[in-house]
Structures are given as structure tokens and as C-alpha cells.
């Protein structure tokens, strides 16, 4: 008696063997180029296998004739569809999804796919019908063709809805935003029927595709993402247009998400009632960050305004942007004063005075404060936050020479002999600075000349240590600053009797 299913133990064994064969061959093949292949794999073909084993079980050996021939016909038939769906299934995931869309870069809209699968599903629908019932489902159409012209024609609305997701997969993808009259959105789904977007405040849209497909539409993403933005700034008449545009430009350096090309541009557009009016240009590299990118730059663009002492005049009421000084008394930056080199030999009323001289102004993170190879004339103080200092070498590589907090200072060289600038210093962080200008301190080098040597002595002494760092480093060969060079320098640059 046992030895009777002894064969169909082999057979069943046999079964197993080779459907975990190909089901481990298939996840290889899946890990191996990275592709993620659904869950549903699993499941589908765990049941397609579990019906082999049944199907195999009752149709051979001692088992054969025990179950009712109806039910294994049915069961025969469900078996081959399910088959015939994992097939397709598979080829579904691995020739459109992975060939075609992923290495090839064709991109196949949902409704086409879902076309494709279901026009598959019917082929093997009828193979099944014929070999399971022996039945040609082209006859038992053919006496149906006037009651298939009334579904076709009834259903007409609904065809046309399908086949236009079909004809807009060449212009609207998955991910695209896209505008359709006051509607505007990202795509999130194509189906067959409708279009979804999810517009900028997270509502979602469902679109039928038969309106896309009548209507006119725009697509923000089609063909390129690059976007173009345009911010527009009313600048106080007595500003000059040409610096204006200068200050705007800047303030475009290092901020992510803007491309170098095309180039940014600034237009004077109009002469307002109360303002000039200017156009500030510039390319995103994704539609979905435009909004971001605007304000951020409208952000520099109020800040480097403030630095310019530029002002934004308004019909009613004017913002002043008038460079801020700052008041001694309210905080103690005399101290600040006291512990640099280059102003402990000034008196406490100079220091009064000095201080009443400094600038207030704030960088943004990755703005720049100072370039390296630019004409300066100003000292800076770091009150609040964090700085790189960069080199450019001559073989264009950058490198970085330290980082600058709160109480360091730099541009002491710039200050006192208009030199240009060495290094390009950059905020890491929101940063507050002091700024000193040539001119406020010139009144104080007026009063006393003698200073200037003082002071070449202590920028000679800093140059001198600064200059033996980068050699240890073997950045720079070390630069020594001759001090009465320096002294006539300072002198020079501020006109100052011997």
C-alpha cells in the first residue's frame, strides 16, 4: 500500500524542489540589480505551488477519482489562471518595470500598463477556456457582437476617459507638477479614469483625464524641472542701479537649490511712485522648492539691503535700513576692544569714540563676507556665531585655514593699508559682526600719526605667527611684514603726516 505512493511523494518532492528553485532564483535576480520586487510575489506564488501539489495529489496515483471531476475541472482551470497571472505578473515587474522604465528610461504611464496586464489576462483567459473546457469563446462571441456594439456604445464616456490617461502618459508623468486652470499640484497617481494631484496645502485633487485631455494645461516639469524664478524689489531712488543690482546678485552665492545655469539677472523693470522697481531672476532646479528658494532669497536680499544701508520705501511709510551704530553704553563692546592687540594702545575715550564708529550686520549661513582677492578697507568683530576662513591656491584648489567665534576678528590688514583681501571668509551659521570702516578710523589716526607704528607692530607681530602656521602646514611659504614698511603704508593709505 505505501509503496503505491511512493511515486506520487517523488513527484510532489520534485514539485517543491523546483518551485523553491524559482522562487530563489527570482529574489536573486532581484537583489542583485537592486530592484524591489512587491510582496505579493510571495504570496501568489506560495498558493500557485500549494495548487500544483493539490492538483498533482488527486489526478495521479492512489488519490486519482477520489474528489468530484467537476471541482478538479474548476480547480484545473483557477490553477492555469493563477499561473497564467504570476507570468504576467513577471514579466510585468521585470521587462516593463525594470528594463524598459528603470535601465531603459521609457517611461510607460499606468493606465498603458495596466492596459498591457489586462489584455495578457484576457489571452490567457481564453487559452484556459479552451483547454480546460474545450469551448472556442470566439463562437460564443460571435452571436454577442450586437449586444457587445450597445455595451461599447453605452460605455463610450468611459472608454474615452481610459484611452485619454493613455494618450497623456507622453506629457504628464508621475511626480510632474502641473496647473489646470486655478488647480495646481504635484502628481501623485494616473489611473485609467482620473489624475491625482496633491496640491500645495496637502488637499488632493482628482482630476478626470478626459478634462486634462479636452483642456489646456501647464506642466511645470515637462522635459526639464529647471524652473524660473522672479522675485521683485522696490530700492530707494537715491540708490545707485548699479550697485543695486550688485548686492541683489550677491545675494544669490551658495544657496542650494539655485543652478549656476542659465545665469541669474537683474532688471530694472520700472520707475515706481515711490521706489525703482527690479527684477531678480533665477533658476531652481525643481519646481516644488521655488517657494522656498524665493523666500530665502528675499530674506538675503533684506539683510544685504540692511548691510548697504539701503532702504525699501513704501507708499505710505518708509522701512529705514540705515546702517545701525551702535551704542556704547547699552552694551560693553569697550572690553571687546580692550582684548585686541590692535586698539589696547588707544585710550578709554578713543575706545568711547571707536566704538560709536562700528557697524552692526548680520550673515546669513553660507553667505560671504569677505572674498579673497577683493580691495578692502574693513575690520571685522565676531559677536555672534561661526566663520571659515579659505584660500584659493594657485592650482585652483580651496582649502580651509580655521574657523572664526565669537571675540575673533580678521580684515585688520584691509583696515590699515587698503590691501586686497587673502582669504575668503564664510558663515557657517546665522552670524552678528562689527564692521569698521577706513574712514572711522581715520579720524582717530588723525589726532594721533604716531599710532600707525604702534599699530604695524602688532598687525607685523600677527602677520608674522599667522604666516609661521601655514608654513607647518605647508600651505604658504611664511610671509614676514617688515614693520616700518607697514607704518608707511598706514600712512599712505590714510594721508597722514610723517
Known amino acids: 500500500m505505501i509503496e503505491n505512493f511512493i511515486p506520487l511523494l517523488i513527484a510532489i518532492f520534485g514539485i517543491l524542489i523546483l518551485s523553491v528553485a524559482i522562487y530563489f532564483a527570482v529574489r536573486y535576480f532581484a537583489y542583485k540589480r537592486s530592484f524591489p520586487l512587491p510582496h505579493r510575489f510571495d504570496f501568489l506564488w506560495i498558493l500557485l505551488t500549494f495548487l ?3 492538483l498533482t495529489s488527486f489526478t495521479q496515483g492512489p488519490l486519482e477519482g477520489s474528489l468530484n471531476q467537476t471541482f478538479l475541472t474548476w480547480t484545473t482551470f483557477a490553477t492555469l489562471l493563477l499561473f497564467f497571472y504570476v507570468m504576467i505578473f513577471i514579466l510585468d515587474q521585470f521587462l516593463v518595470e525594470y528594463f524598459l522604465c528603470t535601465v531603459m528610461k521609457i517611461y510607460i504611464s499606468p493606465p498603458l500598463r495596466k492596459a498591457m496586464v489586462l489584455f495578457g489576462f484576457v489571452v490567457a483567459v481564453v487559452i484556459a477556456v479552451q483547454k480546460i473546457f474545450s469551448i472556442n469563446p470566439w463562437a460564443v462571441y460571435a452571436p454577442t457582437s450586437l449586444l457587445s456594439l450597445g455595451i461599447g456604445i453605452a460605455l463610450k464616456d468611459t472608454f474615452q476617459t481610459f484611452f485619454a490617461g493613455v494618450a497623456l502618459s507622453k506629457v504628464v508623468h508621475i511626480g510632474d507638477w502641473i496647473q489646470l486652470g486655478d488647480k495646481e499640484g504635484e502628481v501623485l497617481e494616473i489611473s485609467w479614469a482620473r489624475t491625482v494631484l496633491r496640491s500645495w496645502e496637502g488637499d ?23 524652473h524660473r524664478c522672479k522675485l521683485e524689489v522696490g530700492v530707494s531712488y537715491s540708490a545707485p542701479p548699479k550697485k543695486v543690482k550688485s548686492v541683489l546678485l550677491n545675494c544669490l552665492q551658495n544657496l542650494e537649490g539655485i543652478v549656476a545655469h542659465p545665469l541669474p539677472e537683474v532688471i530694472l523693470k520700472s520707475y515706481g511712485d515711490s521706489a525703482i522697481i527690479y527684477n531678480l531672476t533665477f ?4 519646481y516644488a522648492i521655488w517657494r522656498k528658494i524665493t523666500s530665502d532669497v528675499a530674506t538675503r536680499v533684506w539683510y544685504a539691503l540692511k548691510r548697504e544701508g539701503l532702504e525699501i520705501p513704501f507708499p505710505i511709510r518708509t522701512v529705514q535700513l540705515f546702517k545701525k551704530k551702535i551704542d556704547g553704553e547699552s552694551r560693553n563692546f569697550d572690553e571687546l576692544l580692550s582684548k585686541i592687540d590692535l586698539f589696547k594702545m588707544l585710550s578709554n575715550e578713543e575706545k568711547e569714540v571707536l566704538v ?22 574693513s575690520f571685522y568683530l565676531v559677536l555672534k556665531g561661526k566663520l571659515v576662513v579659505m584660500r584659493t591656491l594657485k592650482d585652483g584648489n580651496a582649502i580651509t585655514l580655521g574657523e572664526l567665534g565669537e571675540g575673533q576678528f580678521f580684515g585688520e590688514l584691509s583696515l590699515l593699508t587698503g590691501e586686497a583681501i587673502s582669504a575668503t571668509v564664510k558663515a557657517l551659521e546665522d552670524s552678528e559682526l562689527l564692521m569698521l570702516e577706513k574712514n572711522d578710523f581715520k579720524e582717530i589716526l588723525n589726532r594721533h600719526p604716531a599710532l600707525s607704528d604702534n599699530l604695524a607692530e602688532v598687525v607685523t607681530a600677527r602677520q608674522t605667527a599667522l604666516s ?29 603726516k610723517n
Open 356 to 377: 560709536q564708529k562700528f557697524h552692526f550686520q548680520t550673515f546669513l549661513e553660507k553667505e560671504i563676507v569677505v572674498e579673497q582677492g577683493q580691495m578692502g578697507s
Open 283 to 286: 533658476w531652481t532646479d525643481h
Open 204 to 226: 488632493h485633487l482628482f482630476i478626470p483625464n478626459s478634462e486634462l485631455q479636452k483642456g489646456m494645461f501647464l506642466n511645470y516639469s515637462y522635459k526639464s524641472k529647471r
Open 52 to 54: 500544483t501539489i493539490f
Open 468 to 496: 609661521g602656521i601655514q608654513e607647518k602646514s605647508e600651505i604658504v611659504q611664511q610671509q614676514t611684514l617688515n614693520k616700518s614698511v607697514l607704518s608707511k603704508k598706514i600712512r599712505n593709505f590714510f594721508n597722514l
